[in-house]
């Protein structure tokens, strides 16, 4: 328990990192799986199948992998650079890796909440002259995003405990912190465990109320 | 509108062939509605009446023949196609009101986002036009909270907002409960007062006798006989007619 209150801003610390990669992967991820989304309903055959081909690779592909790639294959290897600091820029490339990863996710997510609007709603949307990418805009997605709150809320857990997993580049998250502490602290391995573990119900726990209640609120009735 | 106008053409179908896999579903269509005219479509189930208001708005592609509307072949794309839809109106069977807009918004959305007009004067307009269909104190309401009759009587005023140049209604009142229909078709029946150029698909008898100017009776995709209301439904030319008549009559 004193490790526990020792190390508390350490712990603290680590826990805002996790925050902060899983911001900014929400974000990004967010964002690519909608195109990839809209990228799977749209009339060109080439654009289906390569969204398609993305979400079937990333879905079947072990996270350590796609991080490790980002990290080693792009940092290392290829020389992708993004800040002068060496944990900076390993922090960015776990971010680009979780985020390439959850967007097969966001897609597949979105994609049955398109399924859930009526076909007629896209037909009344096309007869009134709209063009398909304000047809997705104004009337698809907005419906789509309604009817899959619940769903992105379990992709926004699955991730935030997939953050863990940037602690295989050496990005010092909650896991790697705890790992550090473990070796520190090895009588109170334990508790460490404990406080980690509340750490990430602390941040799970609430996103799965939030989103709960999101969903109720926003559902759009027919 | 003046005698002129009233004898051009509007939409012209030449010889259109639709076929949905080895269904033929349109079969050498030749129509011909000019404008101000009001054409009821009348036929069974499964003949190609909705197929035929899809292909008039480019919902559905043709096979083979032509369409031309207002002067202009309907076999273009992208945005010229987008301005052709916007131009013919079309009402459905289910309404298909934006159900996670307020009916305000779904009759100011076409005109915001596709005619580029103001949103202040979109609903002014909007407000109008839900006036003149007695909806103005819904405006704020969702599509789910209007009884079927309200609903559709929106789904008119949104494709009034368009200042279409014809409205394509495919059996607007089939959903209906039957206490609504008559509401629906009184819309429908100052519209036609009005002059507005109509394509109606409904087996509303009533209707088809106090506003349309022709009669079309459809069956197995091929358009088997064509008259004016009253000498239509007293005096059918053809068995086919005769024999539907008789079904729809009975029940
Ligand atoms: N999208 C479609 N795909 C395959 N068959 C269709 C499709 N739409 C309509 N059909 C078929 O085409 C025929 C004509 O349909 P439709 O135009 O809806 O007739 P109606 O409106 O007169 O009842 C029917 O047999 C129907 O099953
Ligand atoms: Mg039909």
Known sequence: MSALIEELPVILGAFWLTVRLTLATAVAALVLGTVLAAMRVSPLGVLRNVAGAYVNALRNTPLTLVIV??????????????SESLSVNYLWLSIIGLSL???????EAIRSGINTVPIGQAEAARALGLTFTQNLRHIVLPQ???????????????LI???????????????????????????AVVPIFLGFALGFLVLTLPVGLLFGWLAKRLAVAR | MTEADRSTSLVNLAKVNKHFGALHVLRDIDLDVTR????????????????????????????????????????VEGRALA??????????????????????ENVTLGPVKVRKIARDQAERRGMELLERVGI?????KY?????????????????????????????PTSALDPEMVQEVLDVMISLARDGMTMLVVTHEMGFARRAANRVVFMSDGQIIEQAAPDEFFTNPGTDRARDFLSKILTH
């Open chain 1, 144 to 158: 789509a995003f309604r009817a899959v709150i619940a769903p992105l809320g379990s992709v926004l857990i699955a």
């Open chain 2, 83 to 104: 301005k052709l839809r916007s131009e013919v109106g079309m009402v459905f069977q289910q309404f298909n009101l934006f159900a996670h807009k307020t009916i305000l």
């Open chain 1, 161 to 187: 405990k997939n953050t863990t997993i940037a602690a295989a580049i050496g990005v010092a998250e909650a896991s790697l912190t705890m790992k550090s502490l473990f070796e520190r602290h090895q009588e």
């Open chain 1, 101 to 107: 990863y959850t967007a097969a996710f966001v897609c």
């Open chain 1, 69 to 82: 790639f980002c990290g080693l294959g792009l940092g290392l290897v290829l020389d992708v650079s993004f």
């Open chain 2, 136 to 140: 103005a104190s819904q405006a704020a």
């Open chain 2, 36 to 75: 101000g005219e009001v054409v009821v479509v009348i036929g069974p189930s499964g003949g190609g009446k909705s197929t035929l208001c899809r292909v008039i708005n480019r919902l559905e592609t043709i096979d083979s023949g032509s369409i031309t509307f207002d002067g202009q072949s309907l076999a």
């Open chain 2, 143 to 171: 599509p789910a909270q209007l009884s079927g009759g309200q609903q559709q009587r929106v789904a008119i005023a949104r494709a009034l907002a368009m200042d279409p140049k014809m409205i394509l209604f495919d059996e």
